[in-house]
């Protein structure tokens, strides 16, 4: 077989192939066992393989190797011998270019916007000798060979001539994926996942969604003002999820719709109870524009929003006060303050145990005064903790209260310990804890109410 460059014509449904002839010459044995043409193993030699079963590939398999020829050739190409050890030289590269050109260009059109979808094919060949997968596979291929240029001395690869543009190299992989799904079986190309196709929701159709259920379901609550609703049986277990809760102190003023179907319910909480506690049926159809905004999305917890809609329609739970509270911390359902939890409060506000001889140069000193030295340190933080927990003991037993005092403490006892600084960290943390207690107090008289309306 000559190697030369390759010429080609179409001679109706076939390709008539001619090769020049330049005095150079390549051997293929015909293996009928493995049912295949062997050479031996140079990147010259594959790469003009795969390329001439490429250009001769007909959509009848061949008798020897049982595929065609564009299947012969996506086998040789994936094979583990195609692979380059070396950087690719012109000879074999030439095959490679021969190859990757016989991918369609695929582009937009117009090319500024993605509408419609243009392929260039050559005429001169068949369909089913040009596929979409050569371009990716011969990509792979010089790839690997560039690494491997990073390592030689010989700089040959920024010398070859680059591919011809392939497009849209995502309009190429798609139709790549897509011809991928109507091949025959077992013909050795590149194993993909089968793609499936994209349902269209048609806007003449109505669809079946969670997001269309709730929206029902809270329209039809408010249209029928019922007796009895289903609320949830669990109020503080939802509201344990939200790091922030929204105080009833504010009034709910979104009515954009955008802010109303991706609203953040546990921020919104308090306003929404304000707006459904002062509402009446003649509400009834700003609630109902209200709530199936919230309510259509997959993701709306449709519990809350029927609790809601139950503030809108019951007096006894209209008739509760909710706490004054602007905003809800880290709410956790009747919760309390322990003597572990004020411990670790004030922590940072111990009075570190001052430097000693120790500091200086430990090694200087005898065995039986580093031995004391170590003695008054587990003495002063034994002591340190006994005024601590003398602190703390006096503080618990003010609970509930907005905020614990010293009042009545005599704090010269705890020399070893900032006060000052441990009520400034209590008073915080202990003024959040009181506003959860009496939100979850609230919440205990809610669920109360909420158990005798729920069907």
């Known amino acids: 077989m000559p190697i030369g460059d390759t010429t080609y014509r179409r001679v109706g449904p076939h390709v008539e192939v001619n090769l020049a002839n330049n005095g150079i010459y390549a051997t293929f044995m015909i293996n009928e066992v493995l049912g295949r043409l062997d050479c031996p193993a140079e990147p010259r030699l594959l790469y003009l393989k795969a390329h001439l079963h490429a250009y001769t590939s007909y959509f009848i398999p061949d008798t020897l190797t049982g595929r065609t020829g564009t299947e012969e050739a996506f086998h040789c190409l994936a094979s583990g011998y195609s692979q380059p050890w070396s950087p690719i030289k012109m000879f074999p590269y030439q095959s490679l270019v021969a190859l990757a050109s016989l991918t369609p260009i695929r582009n937009y059109y117009p090319k500024d916007r993605k509408v419609l979808h243009q392929p260039t094919w050559n005429l001169d060949l068949t369909t089913h000798i040009q596929h979409d997968g050569f371009r990716e596979m011969i990509d792979r291929i010089l790839a690997k060979s560039a690494q491997l240029a990073l390592f030689s001395s010989d700089n040959m690869q920024s010398t070859l001539p680059p591919l011809h543009s392939e497009g849209s190299s995502f309009l190429t992989a798609r139709a790549n994926r897509r011809r991928e799904d109507f091949r025959r079986p077992n013909s050795c190309l590149l194993n993909f996942e089968p793609l499936t196709d994209l349902v269209y929701s048609s806007r003449d159709i109505l669809g079946t969604g969670t997001s269309r259920k709730n929206a029902l379901r809270s329209i039809s609550l408010l249209r029928n003002w019922p007796d009895k609703i289903p609320t949830t049986d669990d109020l503080a277990g939802i509201l344990q999820n939200w790091p922030v809760i929204g105080g009833c102190h504010d ?136 005024e601590a927990k003398r602190l703390v003991s006096f503080l618990l037993p003010q609970w509930p209260c907005v905020e614990p005092t010293v009042k009545g403490f005599d704090v010269s006892a705890t020399p070893l310990i900032n006060v000052d600084l441990a009520m400034d960290i209590v008073r915080n943390k202990w003024s959040c804890l009181f506003q959860n207690y009496e939100l979850s107090r609230y919440i205990v008289q809610v669920q109360r109410v909420s158990l005798c309306v729920r069907k």
């Open 251 to 386: 009034t709910f003023d979104k009515v954009i719709l955008s802010d109303l179907l991706d609203i953040e319910i546990d921020t919104a909480w308090g306003s929404l109870v304000n707006l459904c506690r002062n509402a009446t049926f003649k509400d009834v159809y700003r609630l109902m524009f209200l709530f199936v905004l919230m309510s259509f999305s997959d993701h709306a917890n449709i519990e809350v929003i029927q609790t809601m809609i139950a503030y809108s329609i019951f007096e006894d739970l209209k008739q509760l006060t909710p706490p004054k509270w602007a905003i809800y911390i880290d709410f956790r359902f009747n919760k309390m303050p322990q003597m572990k939890d004020v411990l670790e409060w004030i922590e940072p506000c111990l009075i570190p145990y001052p430097p000693d001889a120790r500091s200086i140069s430990e090694f200087n000193l005898a065995h039986r005064q580093i031995k004391l030295l170590k003695a008054n340190q587990v003495a002063y933080e034994k002591t340190q903790n006994t």
